[in-house]
């Protein structure tokens, strides 16, 4: 990964999960032909959980692109200051090039329409 895009992704590290903290970024691989990356938090003498991952992509520096590219466009929707839209949803975790935008548009309407079809809950208050 180039010192810029290490900067640049780091700042929208910044921009999305706040200065708080440095930034661990990895790329992993089980089989040296698959690769993701990942951002964690950093706090000195330990690491949160995993703030972001890339899909398995075919060489470390499409993986290394990858994050770059969810992590601008993030950051983009972050400084707006407003929802996420479905189509930023899309854009953002739909994979290099929109390779699995079609699977998970088609994820998050099942997930709507489940969450749709549940009863909604009623305080009933505390009986003894």
Not at 40 to 61: A, H, Q, V, W, Y
Not at 68 to 74: A, G
Not at 86 to 97: A, N, T, V, Y
């Amino acid at each position: 990964m180039s010192s810029t895009q290490t900067q640049r992704i780091t700042a929208n590290c910044e921009i999305i999960w706040g200065n708080v903290c440095d930034y661990d970024f990895a790329c992993d691989t089980d089989d040296y032909l698959h690769y993701s990356c990942s951002v964690k938090k950093d706090f000195g003498n330990f690491f949160g959980g995993p703030l972001m991952i890339t899909c398995l992509c075919r060489s470390e520096e499409a993986a290394w692109a990858e994050l770059d590219r969810m992590l601008e466009f993030r950051a983009k929707q972050v400084k707006r200051g407003t929802p996420m839209t479905k189509d930023e949803r899309l854009e953002i975790f739909g994979g290099p090039r929109g390779k699995y935008k079609n699977l998970l548009s088609n994820f998050i309407e099942e997930w709507e329409e489940r969450e749709r079809a549940k009863p909604i809950a009623t305080s009933g208050g505390n009986k003894r």
